[in-house]
């Protein structure tokens, strides 16, 4: 089992910033993917990024150039530093952990979500 707590979400004006963090605990994080999805108003959930254990990173078209996923293997913390934020942005983000590659997008334990609001 891999526990995940996120934190930063928040209300934002667009065009601003917010880094979301992602704590982990439980089993061996090191060999985790880690990965963030939204799941925005009225719609499904969607994959935003994802980095592999050796950190290699992937991410949806959407947020290329904008968002940037890292991870701290040692203190068992994953970010997601959103620059640039448009109000399709809003959703509740959560993280995702996988023993699977980070590239499979299917991700067996997750957060509890945290809400980030971009007002235009």
């Known amino acids: 089992q891999v526990q995940l707590v996120e934190s930063g979400g928040g209300l934002v004006q667009a065009g601003g910033s917010l880094r979301l963090s992602c704590a982990a605990s439980?089993?061996?994080?090191?060999?985790?993917?880690m990965g963030w999805f939204r799941q925005g108003p009225g719609k499904e959930r969607e994959f935003v990024a994802a980095?592999?254990?050796?950190?290699?990173?992937y991410y949806d078209d959407s947020v290329k150039g904008r968002f940037t996923i890292s991870r701290d293997n040692a203190k068992k913390m994953v970010y997601l530093q959103m620059n640039s934020l448009k109000p399709e942005d809003t959703a509740v983000y959560y993280c995702?952990?996988?023993?699977?590659?980070?590239?499979?997008?299917?991700?067996?334990?997750w957060g509890q979500g945290t809400q980030v609001t971009v007002s235009s």
């Open positions: 995702a952990a996988t023993y699977r590659p980070a590239y499979s997008r299917n991700y067996d334990y």
């Open positions: 439980g089993r061996t994080f090191s060999n985790c993917a």
């Open positions: 980095i592999s254990w050796g950190g290699d990173t």
